[in-house]
């Protein structure tokens, strides 16, 4: 096959993506913005099943961010337990339901950078609550996404930021929100971290690792 400019690769990579996951969306329950960020505080090293289920008891404990603000990193950890990393995750939550009542007067900010400046939230958490909230263009590199842009031939980084600047050099900024599903979507069905299926894979004819 012959060599394509990374331009074309992602062009030829998205149609293909929308083509074969047209109903890729974020898999986190999404009722309301400061929810939503929770939840997504919560989605580190954990399954969106397991996040949303627990967060079923955390909002019928503590239905407004003052409650959660309120009873601190101890009570809140126990009862976010399920999602690992829990005393870590506490902080978070706490930190982020006292900055949205105080601080933000109760708006979720659509900024990465002030986002980020509540603690245990990193860019790719800071991306997925503006690109789910506010549909502000923002690519979410998890662990799927990395993977498949590095053997689709986007990146030759590891770092999610470098992952990140890369594939948005040349997917358009309108994609970056169904990218990064349609990229989780690929990287579970089909460009599985051992043994991707590349046979079947419904990019297999354009994925830069035949190129
Ligand atoms: S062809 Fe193989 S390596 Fe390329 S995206 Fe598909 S499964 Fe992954």
Redesign the pocket.
């Known amino acids: 096959m012959p060599r394509v400019s990374k331009k074309k690769l992602a062009s030829d990579v998205l149609e293909a993506l929308y083509s074969a996951f047209p109903d890729s969306e974020c898999t986190l329950d999404n009722d309301t913005p400061e929810r939503l960020a929770v939840r997504g505080i919560l989605s580190a090293q954990c399954t969106d099943v397991r996040v949303n289920l627990t967060c079923i008891d955390l909002f019928e404990k503590y239905p407004d961010m003052a409650d959660i603000a309120a009873a601190g990193e101890e009570e809140i950890g126990e009862v976010i337990r399920p999602c690992g990393l829990h005393k870590m995750k506490s902080r978070s939550l706490v930190a982020f339901a006292k900055l949205y009542t105080g601080e933000w007067g109760r708006i979720v900010p659509n900024d990465v950078d002030k986002l980020m400046k509540c603690p245990g939230v990193g860019k790719k958490i800071a991306n997925l609550i503006v690109g789910e909230i506010y549909n502000t263009p923002a690519l979410v590199v998890d662990t799927h996404c990395k993977?498949?842009m590095k053997?689709?031939g986007i990146t030759v980084h590891d770092d999610p930021l470098k992952v990140e600047a890369d594939a948005c050099k040349v997917f358009p900024a309108e994609s970056w929100i169904r990218l990064g599903h349609m990229a989780v979507d690929?990287?579970r069905s089909?460009?599985?971290a051992r043994s991707?299926?590349?046979?079947i894979?419904?990019?297999?004819d354009i994925?830069?690792?035949?190129i």
């Open positions: 993977r498949v053997r689709i690929l990287g089909y460009c599985t991707p299926k590349c046979d894979c419904p990019i297999k994925c830069g690792r035949k």
